[in-house]
């Protein structure tokens, strides 16, 4: 006989409420059950007599408490955008650190990055700001700004030692995100930048369902050309569209790679159904570009440079820029590149 396994929740159930866990019965639902999450859970008169009264009852009820609090937290920041893939690999969080650098470029402009990976936090070390520890004020848990207009929040901040794994589980897991957007005090910016973990895990679902529900633009998917990423990045997609998130559009990342001595390009990654331009048309979402795959991106994300400022003519600095600008047309916020002589 095949194994059972549990049903899955709907997509639209978690999203409603993340942090509230199924409620726990002892007898099976009756006929005029008004609902074991419902506000009625175990007051209603069809509950008389129910074995389950008793934890129904006392089942917490209604939308989570925390939503108010984390958009007021957030209400000064004027854009959310997610940045999501469906595959780890695929360079999201360097895509991420990336992004807010072409952003930053704006000296007007003050950006922010959110990394909620919180398993593997790799934005510190991209920013620079691997050393770093959470500062904490009246207002908060202050952002680490690696340049004047560019701050960054993420687990490792909260670590005592950096190369500690991270073992998080089940409700303790989503509470530290939560507290992540509860607590940090973001102030007034332009755009935030939520760098998330890959897939459909729980902490995906979490950042994901306590940001719609305070209010996001929508999110960046980041794929590579490969048929692997592109089937993962479609399950991601699907999500997007189930949970009501907006998709501002693809990116194919890791889009050929450039040599850094004679920027010859080739591809590494085979497009062999296309890559990610072809899968926008096809699903009907913008697609925001391609951006190459350079080896001194990740020198520079491994000595928390601005790639931009060491290799500005680079094929993936104008590339990025590039994607950039059409995020920006995405979420109506102007991109300004204060190099370009428009
Ligand atoms: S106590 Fe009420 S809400 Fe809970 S399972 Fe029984 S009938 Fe449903």
Known sequence: ????????????????????????????????????????????????????????????????PD???????????????????GKGGVGKSTFTSMLAHAFALNPDSTIGIMDTDICGPSIPKMMGAEAETIHVS???????????????????????????????RGPKKNGLIKQFLKDV????????????????????????????????????????PNEVSLLDVQKEIDFCRKAGIKILGLVDNMSGFVCPKCTHQSQIFEATTGGGETLAKDLGIPFLGGVPLDPRIGMACDYGESYFDSFPDSPACKALKSVARSVAVQIGLEFVDPSSED
């Not at 999203?15 to 199924?22: T, V, W």
């Not at 993420?154 to 950096?162: D, V």
């Not at 755009?191 to 679902?205: M, N, R, Y």
């Open 67 to 85: 939503i108010p609090l984390i958009s007021q937290r957030l209400a000064g920041v004027k854009h959310r955008v997610l940045v999501l893939s």
């Open 138 to 168: 009246n207002s908060g848990w202050s952002p680490v700004w690696v340049m004047d207009n560019l701050g960054v929040m993420s687990i490792q901040f909260m670590l005592p030692n950096k190369d500690d794994a991270i073992i998080w």
């Open 1 to 64: 006989m095949a194994p059972s396994l549990e049903e899955p929740e709907s997509i639209q159930d978690v999203l409603s409420n993340p942090m509230k866990a199924k409620t726990q019965l002892v007898a099976p639902e009756p006929e005029h059950c008004p609902g074991p999450e419902s506000e009625r859970a175990g007051t209603a008169d069809s509950c008389a007599g129910c074995p389950n009264q008793k934890i129904c009852a006392s089942a917490p009820k209604g939308p989570d």
């Open 185 to 224: 005090d973001w102030g007034d910016m332009d755009l935030l930048l939520v760098d998330t973990p890959p897939g459909t895990s729980d902490e995906h679902l979490s950042v994901n369902s306590f940001l719609k529900a305070s209010g996001i633009d929508g999110a960046v998917v980041v794929t590579t």
